[in-house]
Nanobody, 116 residues
Framework: QVQLVESGGGLVQPGGSLRLSCAAS????????MSWYRQAPGKQRELVAA???????NYADSVKGRFTISRDNAKNTVYLQMNSLKPEDTAIYYC??????????WGQGTQVTVSS
């Protein structure tokens, strides 16, 4: 079983930055992809960014050029550096770990609020 623990959310002013972290523990087999999703009130959960074992990445159009996803395979940890934050980035951010062997695993979520 895989456990995911997110941290780093909070309140930030527009234009500010935050760095989210997600540490995976338990029985973990490579390769696997790690991703960040977000869900705003009244909206569906959406993919923000994903990174695979080989470090290839993809981003939602709305965050390209502002957010950067990275991972430390030795620590089974994924990061999301969020710069130039906008009020529309306000959401609960969820970490996801996915592979054929381990299936789909989710963290509990961390709140990000962008407001002046």
């Amino acid at each position: 079983q895989v456990q995911l623990v997110e941290s780093g959310g909070g309140l930030v002013q527009p234009g500010g930055s935050l760095r989210l972290s997600c540490a995976a523990s338990g029985t973990i087999f490579s390769p696997y992809a790690m991703s960040w999703y977000r869900q705003a009130p009244g909206k569906q959960r959406e993919l923000v960014a994903a990174i695979r074992t080989g470090a290839s990445t993809n981003y939602a159009d709305s965050v390209k050029g502002r957010f950067t996803i990275s991972r430390d395979n030795a620590k089974n940890t994924v990061y999301l550096q969020m710069n130039s934050l906008k009020p529309e980035d306000t959401a609960i951010y969820y970490c996801n770990l996915r592979s054929g062997l381990m299936g789909d695993n989710w963290g509990q979520g961390t709140q990000v609020t962008v407001s002046s």
